[in-house]
């Protein structure tokens, strides 16, 4: 376990110097940032001295290379819109993605699980035909059209739900600007935690509901029943447990690619999250700010894909994550 910590570990700093390489290479196509904090009543001399004072006319390998010395310490660069650290900005607004990442995962896990073992168990009940003919309608549909159609049924319609923004937030811990203990708040989150999920849950059903099938066809499962154990046991312990394999791989990449391109959920329901931040900064041309996001996200998905590998071990313990090559 220990070299395959160190191997992660390895791999995770290269994984953040290559995004943070790319990061740099794009981020002189996407605009001038002195250009948009001054606006056009500034001579050329005074945004030549400006460009100068925040480096921007650095080559470009000096300007990253300075980055990465400045990384080490914990500062990933300085954002010209905000003018403060580009961390503090992300951190002030991950909570609000990271509580919408939560919800919607919640929604995957509840419904997919249950819904996706019934479609294995019983394939040719007429609600499992159903249930199947949704997940491909679910998965065909853009997730910003689910979010309109949400919004037009149970916000203007129905007038159930709010349409927009993250409602009534307080603080927890000092530093975490919470939704989730309010009421006002519980109610925002409901319609952009369905849209959110709206991909990914029929993708895990039909997931779960494939790899069950499959498994239930094995010799061991056949070895169980004959041996008379119940059908709930061999159901939830023995097949139940196998197919969490596959479910555990793609549900960690999934994880990460919610957290990282929330964009369209956030956008559509003005929710003040990373998403919509990382829109305005490419409005405003921010690209420390850029920068710092996709150092932010690479992170995560190296976090999430670590305890994957992990959770492997506890799931079924003839995986031997150590003995990998």
Not at 87 to 96: E, F, G, H, T
Not at 220 to 243: C, D, E, M, Q, W
Request: hydrophobic residues 55%; proline residues 4%; positive net charge.
């Amino acid at each position: 376990m220990f070299a395959f910590a160190v191997r992660r570990i390895l791999q995770a700093l290269v994984v953040m110097v290559v995004i943070s390489f790319i990061g740099f290479s794009i981020k002189f196509a996407i605009g001038d940032p002195v250009r948009d904090l001054v606006g056009i009543s500034v001579s050329a001399e005074e945004r030549a001295e400006i460009r100068d004072q925040l480096g921007l006319n650095d080559p470009f390998m000096v300007q990253w290379v300075r980055f990465m010395g400045n990384a080490i310490h914990g500062d990933v660069g300085r954002s010209f819109f905000f003018k403060k650290p580009a961390m503090d900005v992300i951190v002030s607004k991950a909570p609000a993605t990271l509580e919408l990442v939560l919800v919607s995962s919640i929604i995957v896990i509840v419904f997919s699980v249950p819904i996706g073992i019934f479609c294995a168990v019983r394939p040719n009940h007429w609600l499992s035909r159903i249930l199947m003919g949704l997940s491909i309608v679910g998965v065909s549909i853009p997730v910003f059209l689910t979010a309109i159609l949400l919004i037009y049924v149970f916000a203007v319609e129905l007038q159930w739900l709010p349409s927009y923004g993250r409602g009534e937030t307080i603080q927890l811990f000092g530093f975490w600007e919470s939704g989730l203990a309010t009421r006002d708040g519980l109610l925002h989150i409901i319609l952009p935690s369905i849209a959110l999920s709206s991909i990914m849950l029929p993708l895990f059903i039909r997931l779960i509901r494939a790899e069950m099938k499959e498994v239930l066809e094995t010799e061991y499962i056949k070895f169980a029943r004959a041996k008379g154990l119940s059908p709930r046991r061999v159901l939830y312990l023995h097949a139940f447990k196998n197919t969490l394999l596959p479910v555990i791989t793609v549900g960690g990449v999934q994880l990460g690619i919610m957290i990282a391109f929330t964009i369209l959920t956030e956008t559509v329901f003005q929710w003040q999250g990373m998403g919509f931040m990382f829109l305005e900064a490419v409005e405003r041309s921010d690209t420390s700010l850029l920068v710092a996001y996709l150092v932010f996200v690479g992170v995560i998905f190296v976090i999430v894909n670590t305890v994957v590998d992990l959770v492997y071990g506890l799931v079924n313990p003839m995986v031997r994550v150590a003995g990998r090559k």
